[in-house]
């Protein structure tokens, strides 16, 4: 069974510019969340979505943004892009239905580099 | 606000010695916690988890331990091997956020030494 895959795996971007960020979830998941990983904060959640609706935001300002298609892939963006978005961006998928807590598996991760 | 504690932020141990992670959490509804594990340049890999239903869980070298009353868990590996070396996550999910929404610790690097 094929794993999360995330594209593209690296990134350089400029201040300013904006960033598109794709995910396919492993086969038969309908949950996809994203996570932004830095040295300094380490784990954070940004958002989950389960069937094309967004269920769960964290903490970040609106610049990040996301959207689940009905196959499942997801696609999350930065825009108006800020030295400090510099961070290993990481899907996880599950199949997002348990009550008792949803194994997660994640992907390589997209590693966005702000300049 | 919730957050997830873990101790220590590194360790080395020599192989074939034990190695325990612990965490602490501050959200009484959590029922659900794994552990991941990541290697340079990869992706959180879970190793093994937990549901607030059970007291212990263990899968060959390597076991978890929740104690619900002190909101504590704990990671055990034991015969250690180099190929352990790696940055070790806990994380909780609670039943007041969705499925999808999982707190992290910030991390334990271990080290073993051959």
């Known amino acids: 069974k094929a794993g999360v895959t995330q594209t593209p795996r690296y990134l350089i971007k400029t201040r300013g510019q904006q960033v598109t960020l794709s995910c396919s979830p492993i086969?038969?998941?309908?949950?996809v969340s994203w996570y932004q990983q830095t040295p300094g904060q380490g784990l954070q959640f940004l958002f989950e979505?389960?069937?094309?609706?967004?269920?769960n935001k964290g903490n970040f300002p609106g610049r990040f943004s996301g959207r689940q298609f009905s196959n499942s892939r997801s696609e999350m963006n930065v825009s108006t892009l800020e030295l400090g978005d510099s961070a290993l961006y990481l899907c996880?998928?599950?199949?997002?239905?348990?009550?008792?807590?949803?194994?997660?598996?994640f992907g390589p991760g997209t590693r966005l580099t702000v300049l | 606000g919730e957050n997830v504690e873990q101790h220590p932020s590194t360790l080395s141990v020599q192989e074939g010695d034990s190695a325990v992670i612990k965490c602490t959490y501050s959200?009484?509804?959590?029922?659900?916690f794994p552990w991941y594990k990541q290697e340079l340049g990869k992706g959180p890999q879970l190793i093994i988890d937990?549901?607030?239903?059970?007291g212990e869980k263990k899968d060959q070298r390597i076991a978890v331990t929740l104690n619900k009353t002190a909101k504590h868990f704990s990671l055990h590996i034991t015969e250690t091997q180099p190929e352990d070396s790696a940055v070790y996550f806990c994380?909780?999910?609670?039943?007041?956020?969705?499925?999808?929404?999982?707190?992290f610790g910030k991390g334990t690097k271990l080290s073993v030494k051959p």
């Open positions: 086969s038969g998941h309908r949950s």
């Open positions: 959200d009484s509804a959590s029922n659900y």
């Open positions: 937990i549901r607030s239903n059970v």
């Open positions: 979505y389960f069937s094309e609706t967004q269920r």
């Open positions: 994380a909780a999910s609670s039943r007041r956020r969705s499925q999808g929404n999982l707190i």
């Open positions: 996880a998928s599950s199949f997002g239905t348990s009550g008792a807590g949803d194994t997660q598996y």
